[in-house]
């Protein structure tokens, strides 16, 4: 689809009340910084929020063949286009450092067709849509998936082959980032990945995608960075947005192996290791009702 740097803005967008503050939104989403705060003192429970529907909602299938896509809130509801059920799902369940091989039982069309989705909240709605959370927007787009796609998932967690990112012996040598900017972004290409203002979580998330097996931050870096890693990738390190007859400028044939470049240019190490993934079990699934 598109570059990492794309996917990540993007599919922070489904998370965030406006495209404006859809990196901030990302930011305080995936990766917070600063002094962990002391647990609040015990407080009487809230009582349940009812939340809005979607009163008017328009799924499509996209014909298009296009290379661009969105996925976005907008001030009164949800604008998706030319996007697959997969990554909606994905977007949905806040499951984005998650490969495709995590979704289990998902069928097959659900990653090749795309969809076009319109949802609106009723005019009376509006104002309460607008003030709700993280959570609750991703619980507002499960239960529109049910009810037109019929889905029916469940979490799991299986033990799985991971890579665990630590800091090296010599220490992390990341650059911190001077940019003022609330927002960050990590742009993936074949051999090279660079992030901008960026935190341990979404370089983890750019790794998992290249390497093919879910990374973990176990590094405890906090803060933002600017950094450039580059290496001599194989013939599998292939970025979904690339195809392998894309133009590009061949690498380096003598440069080091991510691994290597991951520990010299980053002081940062990838480790092998199994430990607990999650999984969404796709219990029941079918192709969109009709508008």
Not at 51 to 78: C, E, I, R
Request: aromatic residues 6%.
């Amino acid at each position: 689809m598109a570059s990492m740097e794309t996917r990540v803005s993007t599919w922070c967008r489904i998370l965030a009340p406006s495209v404006a503050g859809a990196m901030a939104a990302a930011t305080l989403a995936f990766g917070q910084t600063g002094t962990p705060k002391a647990p609040p003192s015990p407080q009487p429970a809230a009582a349940p929020v009812k939340l809005p529907s979607f009163d008017v909602v328009s799924v499509k299938q996209n014909m298009s063949g296009a290379a661009t896509y969105k996925l976005a809130f907008t001030s009164d509801g949800l604008a998706i286009e030319n996007v697959s059920l997969l990554h909606i799902i994905r977007a949905a369940y806040g499951m984005f450092n998650s490969l495709d091989d995590k979704f289990i039982g998902i069928p097959g069309w659900a990653s090749t067709e795309n969809f076009d989705i319109q949802a609106k909240v009723a005019d009376a709605d509006v104002a309460v849509f607008q003030k709700l959370n993280f959570d609750k927007r991703q619980l507002m787009v499960q239960a529109l998936l049910a009810d037109r796609f019929k889905l029916q998932a469940h979490h799991e967690t299986r033990d799985l082959p991971i890579y665990e990112l630590v800091t090296a012996k010599s220490g992390p040598t990341l650059q911190l980032s001077k940019s003022a900017d609330p927002g960050g972004a990590v742009k993936r290409e074949r051999g090279r990945i660079t992030g901008q203002n960026a935190v341990m979580y979404q370089l983890a998330t750019a790794l998992t995608d290249t390497l093919g097996r879910t990374v973990v931050d176990k590094t405890g870096v906090q803060g933002k960075y600017d950094f450039a890693l580059i290496w001599t990738p194989d013939e599998a390190d292939t970025p979904p947005s690339q195809s392998p007859n894309a133009a590009a400028q061949p690498p380096d044939a003598s440069g080091p192996s991510i691994f290597t470049a991951i520990q010299e240019q980053l002081g940062l190490k990838l480790v092998p290791a199994k430990g607990p993934v999650e999984v969404l079990v796709i219990d029941h699934v079918e192709h969109p009702s009709a508008n």
